[in-house]
């Protein structure tokens, strides 16, 4: 059975000091479940939200990584840099950095390999522009996204990455996918992942939906049979949204 997964994504939002400040008010509001719950910050404040969440089992995770071991790579960070001080996650291939930031399904496909080698486990990000959707050719285009950046992941490993499908259209527009929108891309990249690993595993693979993602409309998200988890954005800047979104 897959447990459903919450993670807030930060992006470039608050300082050290409100990082902390988030901890103490949102550990006061979390009761732990059966929910697994992450919180993807900036790479100064992964130490002080490590330190603020010990003992809670609230998990941390970076929002992007290298893929070499090490080397002349200036403003980098490597995973094992991250795993050493307690990283659990890392988002990887966010569309911000795919399209901002150069990143493609080569260099994606590279650090969803290097983290799980370092005992990080992936939020391998995917999802189509409004273009490609306006086109009908979301599906073909997740799926070429799929099948690049899984390339040469073990079935064992595959287990361990959780997949966030975030149409970019939804990202910080207030336009989310409708629930039914979201379940059938999501269906259908687990229909991919069974291609390629076969049912089983694919079946207990985490699929995360994220874009727009809120207090009222995270509950009919969660209740699709294939939404697994949510990836949530400015809705994990405020501990009381993202607490509500957290008790879906
Ligand atoms: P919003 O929830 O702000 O739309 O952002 C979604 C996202 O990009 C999470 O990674």
Same mark, same amino acid.
Request: a negative charge; proline letters at 4%; one cysteine or more.
């Given at each position: 059975?897959?447990? %459903?997964?919450?993670?807030?994504?930060?992006?470039?939002?608050? #300082? !050290?000091?409100? +990082?902390?400040?988030?901890?103490?008010?949102?550990?006061?509001?979390?009761?732990?479940?059966?929910?697994?719950?992450?919180?993807?910050?900036?790479?100064?404040?992964?130490?002080?939200?490590?330190? !603020?969440?010990?003992?809670?089992?609230?998990?941390?995770?970076?929002?992007?990584?290298?893929? !070499?071991?090490?080397?002349?790579?200036?403003?980098?960070?490597?995973? !094992?840099?991250?795993?050493?001080?307690?990283?659990?996650?890392?988002?990887?291939?966010?569309?911000? /950095?795919?399209?901002?930031?150069? $990143?493609?399904?080569?260099?994606?496909?590279?650090?969803?390999?290097?983290?799980?080698?370092?005992?990080?486990?992936?939020?391998?990000?995917?999802?189509?522009?409004?273009?490609?959707?306006?086109?009908?050719?979301?599906?073909?285009?997740?799926?070429?996204?799929? /099948?690049?950046?899984?390339?040469?992941? *073990? %079935? $064992?490993?595959?287990?361990?990455? #959780?997949?966030?499908?975030? %149409?970019?259209?939804?990202?910080?527009?207030?336009? #989310?996918?409708?629930?039914? &929108?979201?379940?059938?891309?999501?269906?259908?990249? /687990?229909?991919?992942?069974?291609?390629?690993?076969? $049912?089983?595993? *694919?079946?207990?693979?985490?699929?995360?939906?994220?874009? *727009?993602?809120?207090? +009222?409309?995270?509950? $009919?998200?969660?209740? &699709?049979?294939?939404?697994?988890?949510?990836?949530?954005?400015?809705? *994990?800047?405020?501990?009381?949204?993202?607490?509500?979104?957290?008790?879906?």
């Amino acid at each position: 059975m897959r447990k %459903p997964f919450i993670a807030g994504n930060w992006k470039m939002y608050k #300082t !050290a000091e409100q +990082a902390k400040a988030f901890a103490e008010e949102f550990r006061k509001l979390y009761k732990p479940s059966d929910v697994r719950v992450a919180i993807a910050a900036p790479f100064t404040q992964l130490w002080a939200l490590k330190e !603020a969440f010990a003992g809670s089992g609230i998990a941390v995770a970076a929002q992007n990584m290298h893929w !070499a071991d090490e080397g002349a790579y200036t403003g980098e960070v490597s995973a !094992a840099m991250l795993r050493e001080i307690g990283v659990d996650y890392c988002v990887i291939g966010h569309s911000e /950095r795919r399209q901002y930031f150069a $990143e493609t399904d080569e260099t994606v496909n590279k650090k969803v390999l290097k983290a799980l080698e370092a005992g990080i486990l992936p939020i391998l990000c995917c999802g189509e522009s409004l273009q490609t959707r306006d086109a009908g050719e979301q599906n073909a285009f997740v799926e070429a996204q799929i /099948r690049a950046d899984f390339a040469g992941v *073990s %079935p $064992e490993d595959a287990k361990k990455v #959780t997949v966030a499908y975030e %149409p970019i259209w939804a990202i910080g527009t207030g336009r #989310t996918a409708s629930p039914q &929108q979201a379940q059938d891309m999501c269906a259908y990249i /687990r229909e991919v992942l069974a291609d390629i690993y076969g $049912e089983d595993i *694919s079946e207990e693979i985490t699929i995360q939906y994220g874009g *727009s993602v809120k207090p +009222a409309n995270a509950s $009919e998200l969660m209740d &699709q049979p294939d939404i697994d988890g949510a990836l949530v954005g400015g809705a *994990s800047l405020k501990p009381a949204d993202f607490i509500e979104i957290v008790h879906f």
